[in-house]
């Protein structure tokens, strides 16, 4: 897992980096997206994904393996650059 | 309607965002403008009640990626205050006026306050709804509360109890029912939930209610006064009680609005007090209520965030203009992670008058209850056990008969127990 701590303060928008949602009701726990992409997407326990909604942007090509290896299509990325939209 | 014009949508939230993404790719290229009484972008609630306040995710961190170019103006930190449906009207909370000729209303749920207000605005009560909120307790549980305090015993206080533990920290649940989240689950699975906790060190207190709270004598929480008389010494209590709908701006709209949600049609266009549809405006996510074509148009107005994407997308086809196809009627579905497993449901559980585990054991936490109704199968709720969820699903949908037909052939006849619901 990255160190959340490492990310911008509270109030701030990302200006730059990933934006991930797993729709938990698709999921079912298969973890590809935890061998996809383990810095990323963890187990814990038998079912419970935890996943980083807010990696940076050098995790993009991992985050992208991550969704397409996901056999229910339940991740959803963002690949922000700049705020302006 | 064309595809141009100018579509409001008010609530910047989940809802608000998959509807304006629904519009854009229903082809509506018109002018967009989301309004937003928090100062906030879209970002994803259920990050609050976990992984946020266990400090594996930051507040910035939840912003929802934004799956389409929306081209979008953003009116955020800026509440709607009145809608005038005659002139096709908005006014906002900066004092000005926004003209609309489609509007998606998607207000959402703040959190029910403690009921008593001086009490409610002690140091070290909280409530938690938003990313504000969830970084003020987040805060609020680093600094080592001696105990929390948490009333109410549904998704959310187990959710909130659940980090505590991870965080080691003293924690209580008071429970006016008999067993946590009796009222979804009935008591067979509240009590497999209250086991789970109490297995983790969360001290349950069931079937009492918290009277009063009361400070240190400097405007400090400092403990709550039970109603069998017992105290119970917290400097932090974290106020549960459910959800309220934004509905009190619809006031003078003319449209049916309350407490519990503006009603919409079986499309989602919400509903005049005459009980006409007005067709330039609908509603989706918790708080629009309607009639649920599964449960023979029973009006429900769903939190789950899975309904708030599905009839956002719905509604926002719908404004565009788009065919939106057959009356919105997927089946409601949320998850819950608590003590470190998955809790996940399909259907709705109220009115069930016979429950039967169909898969796996309670005792060893893995399995599959089915929930009945008139012979029906109207609920599945899974206890780590997910997989076996979408089979069940489907018969539910199909309202198959109960008891269900089980995935695997080579099991004994099922149990029928009493959900055991408490009385209302
Ligand atoms: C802590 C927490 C944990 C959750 N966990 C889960 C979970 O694990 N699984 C699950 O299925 N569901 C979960 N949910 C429920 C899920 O998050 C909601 O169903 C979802 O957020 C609903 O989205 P919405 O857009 O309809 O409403 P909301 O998210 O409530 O958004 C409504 C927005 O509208 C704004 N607004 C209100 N009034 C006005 C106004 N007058 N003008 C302008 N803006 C206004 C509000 O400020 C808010 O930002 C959780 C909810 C919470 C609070
Ligand atoms: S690959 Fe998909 S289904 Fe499997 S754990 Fe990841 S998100 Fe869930």
Redesign the pocket.
């Known amino acids: 897992m990255s160190d959340p701590t490492q990310e911008p303060a509270d109030s701030e928008q990302i200006s730059e980096g990933l934006r991930v949602a ?1 729709d ?1 009701n ?9 061998y ?1 992409a383990p810095e990323h ?1 963890v ?1 814990q326990g038998r079912e419970a ?1 935890f ?1 980083h909604p807010a990696p940076p942007l050098s995790a993009r090509d991992a985050v992208e393996r ?1 969704r397409l ?7 959803r990325v963002e690949v922000v650059t700049d705020r302006s939209a | 309607m064309s595809a141009n014009g100018h579509a409001v949508i008010v609530g910047a939230a989940l809802a608000g965002l998959r509807g304006a993404e629904a519009m854009r790719r229903a082809g509506f290229s018109g002018r967009l403008t989301l309004v937003g009484a928090e100062p906030h972008r879209p970002y994803d609630r259920p990050h609050l009640s976990k992984h946020m306040l266990t400090g594996e995710v930051s507040a910035a961190a939840t912003a929802l990626p934004n799956l389409v170019p929306l081209d979008a103006e953003w009116r955020l930190g800026t509440a709607a205050t009145g809608l005038d449906r005659a002139n096709r009207r908005l006014s906002l909370a900066d004092g000005t006026t926004l003209p609309y000729d489609r509007l998606l209303i998607a207000a959402g749920t703040r959190a029910r306050p403690w009921p008593n207000p001086a009490e409610g605005r002690l140091r070290g009560v909280h409530t938690l709804r938003t990313r504000d909120d969830a970084a003020a307790l987040r805060a609020a549980l680093v600094a080592g509360p001696r105990r929390v305090l948490i009333i109410g015993g549904g998704f959310i206080g187990c959710e909130v109890a659940s980090a505590c533990r991870t965080l080691d920290l003293p924690v209580t649940i008071v429970e006016p029912g008999p067993v946590p989240l009796a009222r979804v689950l009935g008591r067979h699975l509240g009590a497999v939930v209250a086991a789970l906790h109490e297995a983790r060190g969360v001290e349950l207190r069931s079937g009492t209610k918290v009277e009063r709270l009361e400070d240190d004598g400097s405007g400090r929480v400092a403990r709550a006064v039970l109603s069998d008389g017992d105290t119970i010494e917290a400097d932090l209590v974290v106020v549960a009680l459910g959800a309220v709908r934004n509905t009190e701006w619809l006031e003078g709209s003319g449209l049916k609005a309350d407490e519990g949600g503006v009603d919409c049609n079986a499309y989602g266009q919400v509903l005049g007090e005459d009980g006409r549809a007005d067709s330039a405006i609908a509603a989706a996510g918790d708080v629009a209520r309607f009639p649920h074509p599964l449960y023979d148009g029973r009006r429900v107005a769903l939190e789950h965030w899975g309904h708030a994407v599905a009839q956002a997308e719905h509604a926002g086809r719908l404004l565009a203009g788009a065919d939106p196809g057959p009356a919105y009627a997927e089946v409601p579905a949320f998850w819950s992670a608590q003590g470190g497993i998955t809790i996940k449901s399909v259907g709705l559980t109220e009115g069930a008058d016979a429950l039967a585990i169909a898969q796996g054991d309670p005792k060893a936490g893995r399995f599959l209850a089915v929930y009945g109704a008139k012979g029906r199968c109207i609920a599945a709720v899974s206890f780590d056990s997910g997989r076996w969820l979408p089979a069940y699903a489907e018969q539910i949908a199909a309202r198959a008969p109960f008891p269900p037909i089980r995935g695997a052939a080579d099991q004994g006849s099922l149990t029928i127990l009493d959900p055991a619901f408490p009385e209302a």
């Open positions: 797993v938990l698709r999921c079912q726990a298969y973890a590809q997206c935890c996809a997407f187990l994904l996943y991550a290896a996901c056999p229910v299509q339940a991740i």
